[in-house]
């Protein structure tokens, strides 16, 4: 297996722009999960799903967030506006049942000028 | 709030030597402990899941404790080479499999 697949790997736009990162979990894994890392705040659990429904968004910091599933090996993180505060890494990880291992993407470096 | 706190953020070991990371966390009802190694500019990699009723893993060099009583956790690298210089960091999982995460301990080893 090609493991968890991000695109894109970096993401340079401007202010106000919207973004959207594309994550392509581990085939069979039932579960999904998107997160933030930067260096303040370290890494952030922003939302996961577990057969392509969303199960706790308690992570999304604000309504410019948004997340979908629209089948089992694709999920989308939309940021629309974006602004400079959301600069970060981007993380998706997908497991095989909710307790297991997680298994890490690359990761999307996004920066917003 | 559970919170996870990895200490100290940054170690330098020459080469061959033994050393211990340490993570502590407050979450009394903790379902797994995860230890991951995070190289710069990549994602995460899974080293070592320690189940709540377990007290260690071991994997190669690596061993991993739990005590839940304490709130502690430590990861043991024995032997350490050039090749293990990375950033660790712990996750107390939960049994809805959210992890949190501690900020990390930054190895270098010094051939």
């Known amino acids: 297996d090609a493991g968890v697949i991000q695109s894109p790997r970096h993401e340079v736009t401007e202010m106000g722009q919207e973004v959207t990162l594309r994550c392509k979990p581990i085939s069979g894994h039932d579960y999904l999960f998107w997160y933030r890392q930067t260096m303040m705040r370290g890494l952030e659990l922003l939302i996961y799903?577990?057969?392509?429904?969303?199960?706790?968004d308690s992570g999304m910091p604000e309504d410019r967030f948004s997340a979908k599933m629209p089948n089992a090996s694709f999920s989308t993180l939309k940021i629309q506006p974006s602004e400079p505060r959301d600069s970060a890494v981007y993380f998706c990880?997908?497991?095989?049942?909710?307790?297991?291992?997680?298994?890490f993407g690359p990761g999307t470096r996004l920066t917003v000028l | 709030k559970q919170e996870v706190t990895q200490i100290p953020a940054a170690l330098s070991v020459p080469e061959g030597e033994n050393l211990v990371l340490n993570c502590s966390f407050t979450?009394?009802?903790?379902?797994?402990l995860q230890w991951f190694r995070q190289d710069p500019g990549k994602g995460l990699t899974s080293l070592l899941l320690i189940q709540s009723s377990q007290r260690e893993q071991t994997s190669g060099r690596l061993n991993a404790s739990l005590d839940k009583s304490s709130g502690r956790s430590t990861l043991y690298i024995a032997a350490s080479q050039p090749g293990d210089s990375a950033t660790y960091l712990c996750?107390?999982?939960?049994?809805?499999?959210?992890?949190?995460f501690g900020k990390g301990t930054k190895l270098s080893v010094k051939p």
């Open positions: 799903f577990n057969n392509n429904v969303p199960i706790d």
């Open positions: 996750a107390d999982g939960g049994s809805q499999g959210n992890l949190i």
């Open positions: 990880a997908s497991s095989r049942h909710r307790t297991d291992t997680q298994y």
């Open positions: 979450d009394s009802a903790i379902y797994n």
